[in-house]
């Protein structure tokens, strides 16, 4: 049988921190806080935090400091596989401050073998087939909640697909395009901002950047996902600050499959048109923002509120 993966090496991206030699240690310092016009009577909350441990970025310790005390929390995980801290307040309050401090140690990222496999066989794998096993990134092929599919998002995206073309370099050319062609302007979106509001705009923040290439990847038919995160605040001598390095940040991950059924996923970055590299500190997974919101909630009282967040991330020498 001829198989559809092809053995060529894959072309190198661009990654922001070349300066930096992995693996490399990185302290995040993660506080939101809350201010209320009137008392919270009662609040539930989740926390998406914690960093995600794995192959590619190994947690060394987190701890996440909640004020007012919680009368109930509780950790878990969510079908993603992401940690969330669940909990509950039922003293009355106008103030609410969350300090989540992580350390992870971070590794360059390998370039799958299978990364020149053609993007309409990437495709064709993710199309349902009676009999095979279903793989799990299939389900990032789908339109979500903030990402539904787009007629006017694949017609943007097709000049970056010709025939033939591998999946490394049409998802990278797209991110070059979709990096030249907008504009990064914090405060132009908001969190609920339709990504065909931000495509038509040509404008808006990171999670906007990563909404509008994740919807031209799977209008195409290819599996993509949403990464939350952090970048480096301060870079190594020689390199560029990073858009949205003071906040937390959102990147793509492009699904490459493998012959042995699973897949690998390419991490690009296109508010700062790069491959996301040892700057870049992955906190979750998801199929939008709405699957990995930071900090969220359901509260009796408040009034209005005033929400002020502020995130460092540091390199810090190893332990």
């Keep these: 049988m001829n198989s559809i993966f092809r053995s060529e090496p894959p072309a190198p991206l661009p990654r922001p921190a070349d300066a930096l ?7 995040v310092v993660h506080v939101t806080e809350y201010r209320y016009s009137s008392p919270v009577e009662l609040a539930q909350h989740i926390a998406v935090l914690r960093p995600r441990d794995d192959a590619a970025q190994q947690l060394l310790g987190f701890e996440m400091e909640i004020e007012p ?3 109930q929390q509780h950790d878990d995980r969510d ?9 509950t307040l039922t003293a009355s309050h106008q103030h609410l401050r969350v300090c989540a401090t992580s350390r992870v140690r971070a590794h360059a990222p390998a370039r799958s073998d299978a990364a020149a496999l053609p993007w309409e066989a990437c495709r064709a794998h993710w199309r349902y087939e009676s009999g095979r096993p279903l793989d799990a990134a299939v389900e990032f092929t789908f339109p979500s ?4 599919h787009h007629a006017a998002l694949r017609d943007w995206a097709l000049p970056s697909f010709p025939p033939g073309r591998g999946i490394d370099e049409a998802a ?24 065909l509001q931000a495509f038509e705009q040509r404008r808006g923040v990171c999670q906007d950047f990563a909404h509008v290439m994740i919807g031209s990847l799977r209008a195409l038919g290819l599996s993509a996902r949403y990464v939350s995160g952090y970048l480096l605040t301060e870079p190594p001598p020689g390199q560029p600050v990073l858009q949205g390095a003071d906040a937390s940040h959102a990147w793509v991950a492009v699904a490459v499959p493998r012959e042995d059924g699973s897949a690998d996923w390419l991490e690009l970055d296109p508010t700062n048109d790069c491959e996301a590299g040892l700057t870049h500190v992955r906190l979750a997974l ?31 020498p190893a332990a």
């Design 172 to 195: 990278t050319e797209l991110m070059h395009r979709l990096h030249a062609d907008f504009t990064y302007a914090p405060h132009s979106t908001e969190v609920g901002t339709p990504v």
């Design 145 to 148: 909640t903030l990402v539904p």
């Design 69 to 71: 005390a919680p009368a």
């Design 286 to 316: 998801g199929r939008d923002y709405a699957d990995v919101t930071p900090l969220c909630g359901v509260i009796r009282g408040g009034g209005r509120h005033q929400l002020d967040v502020r995130v460092g991330t540091r390199v810090v």
């Design 79 to 87: 079908v993603y596989g992401n940690s969330r801290r669940v909990f």
């Design 21 to 27: 030699h992995g693996p490399v240690e990185l302290e």
